[in-house]
């Protein structure tokens, strides 16, 4: 007890060490006003990014509407691995030093979502940054305006006739782009819009289909059931012919008699 009390009057009593204490925990803190700047922009851009991938979650256009967003946290992070104080980068401040490495797993989440939804597929690469939409993205978009352009300007009861061509060239399309091996076999957005024409034309088309083919089925059955009677009536309105028995000749019978003896 008394070793402790004389510990801590040399402690207090050494000029200055307060203030060093505290410039310690400070410099832990916030190893310098740059740094903690570069990491309030990863924060705020790595919020807007969580905010625009949940708005966009359904219907799902996440890659379209979220690609400025998403570039603004792979910038804001690069600029902390870039930048330091000291020959030290910003990265090292807040990751190396960090056990949890929060700012790394958050950064590393939203790579990984962007990753899943094949984002990068709806759009040209150029030095890990999105330029442009991918010719791919591009023309799937002109195809899948023509169809539904022709949806809008056709009767319910027309539609599936006209709008068959555009369909098949759609679909057709889709299904060269696409990976089918793959659980996600293209951008996220286009397999979405995807799945929902499909849905549209099972919905508002196939029902002519299933229409046709119960009228095919119904025939069929009916041929068949006609066939059959037929036969069965055939079978039982044909005249029964009496069995012919041959008489024996005197060969076998003779040959029959010598055998008795």
């Known amino acids: 007890m008394y070793l402790s009390a004389v510990c801590i009057f040399l402690l207090v009593a050494i000029p200055g060490y307060g203030n060093r204490v505290d410039k310690l925990r400070s410099i832990s803190k916030y190893p310098d006003a740059n740094c903690t700047d570069l990491r309030q922009k990863f924060a705020n851009a790595s919020a807007r990014f969580t905010v625009c991938s949940i708005d966009h979650s359904r219907p799902i256009t996440f890659c379209e509407s979220c690609v400025q967003s998403y570039l603004d946290v792979v910038e804001s992070y690069q600029n902390m691995s870039k930048f330091g104080h000291n020959n030290t980068r910003c990265i090292d401040n807040f990751v190396n030093r960090d056990r949890l490495q929060i700012v790394q797993s958050i950064y590393d989440a939203n790579i990984d979502l962007w990753k899943r939804a094949k984002c990068n597929e709806c759009y040209e690469d150029e030095s890990e940054s999105v330029v ?22 056709s009767k319910i009861e027309e539609l599936c006739l006209q709008c068959m061509g555009d369909y098949i060239t759609l679909d057709s399309y889709y299904a060269k782009i696409s990976n089918i091996n793959d659980n996600i076999g293209m951008c996220m957005d286009i397999v979405d819009l995807m799945n929902n024409t499909w849905t549209y034309w099972s919905t508002q088309c196939c029902k002519y289909r299933r229409h046709n083919e119960v009228i095919f089925i119904a025939t069929s059955i009916a041929v068949l059931i006609l066939t059959s009677v ?11 012919k009496a069995p012919t028995i041959m008489q024996q000749s ?6 029959s008699s010598s055998s008795r003896r």
Request: with cysteine; hydrophobic share 35%; charged share 15%.
């Open 250 to 255: 005197r060969f076998a019978e003779s040959f």
């Open 132 to 153: 442009s939409t991918s010719n791919t993205t591009t023309q799937f978009i002109v195809y899948y305006n023509h169809f539904m352009n022709c949806i809008n300007k």
């Open 230 to 240: 037929f036969y069965l009536i055939v079978q039982f309105c044909e005249e029964k």
